[in-house]
């Protein structure tokens, strides 16, 4: 009954490859999130979603690409990846953007460029 | 803007001893603050939370007091345990800011029996 899991949860891939990452939540949350944790654990959100709306797109490169199909679900496209995109990638969800809402994370998606 | 500062760690705690880890916060208005914690290979679990000023957050022993005037929520435990070994995180969001956390550099607690 995990309510956020995310596949897979390691990932080893070379430079220049494209790969996805999947989330899905059974919360019944409309929001849903991406963060990415760099080696130092330095938490940033990269993406946001409500409704299957985007909502927040921080400074990301335009080869990281979400794509959320339904509320229940946001996943992730990289292309052509780098050394620099080595890191952990969470999904969280939550209901409603309304502040004092807590955010549900997945266990994470370690990313290994070689 | 809007930004958390955490004291750096690592901490380093003998079982049964007092636990305090200061995070200091940036935010114009009123922000929701919220404690999470990260066990290894794990995802971030919300510890405690507090929406508005003197609020007190408490769970499984830890309490936080969301202080406006010093704009601090220090975390705090009387007696940590071997289990609380985790990487702890001081966050905060507005109703402005579409749902985006803010976090803290995380604080690294390693318990020792």
């Known amino acids: 009954d995990t309510a956020v899991s995310q596949t897979p949860k390691y990932l080893v891939t070379q430079m220049g490859n494209d790969k996805s990452i999947k989330c899905e939540q059974n919360l019944g949350h409309d929001t849903m999130y991406w963060y990415k944790q760099d080696s130092k654990k330095f938490l940033k959100i990269m993406f946001s979603y409500n409704n299957k709306e985007l909502i927040i797109n921080e400074t990301v490169p335009n080869r990281f690409s979400p794509k959320s199909p339904d509320k229940a679900h946001l996943n992730l496209h990289i292309n052509s990846l780098e050394l620099g995109d080595s890191a952990v990638y969470f999904c969280?969800?939550?209901?409603?953007?309304?502040?004092?809402?807590?955010?549900?994370f997945g266990d994470g998606t370690r990313l290994s460029i070689l | 803007g809007n930004s958390v500062t955490q004291m750096e760690g690592p901490v380093t705690l003998s079982e049964e001893a007092f636990l305090t880890i200061n995070c200091t916060y940036t935010a114009t208005g009123y922000p929701s603050l919220f404690w999470y914690v990260q066990y290894p290979g794990e995802g971030l679990q919300l510890l405690l939370k507090a929406t508005k000023a003197d609020d007190k957050g408490s769970n499984k022993g830890f309490e936080a007091t969301y202080r406006k005037e010093t704009t601090s929520f220090h975390l705090e435990k009387g007696s940590v345990q071997v289990s609380d070994s985790a990487v702890y995180f001081c966050?905060?969001?507005?109703?402005?800011?579409?749902?985006?956390?803010?976090f803290g550099r995380g604080t690294q607690l390693t318990v020792w029996p």
């Open positions: 966050a905060l969001t507005r109703g402005s800011t579409l749902g985006r956390l803010y």
């Open positions: 969280a969800s939550s209901q409603g953007v309304v502040s004092n809402q807590p955010q549900h």
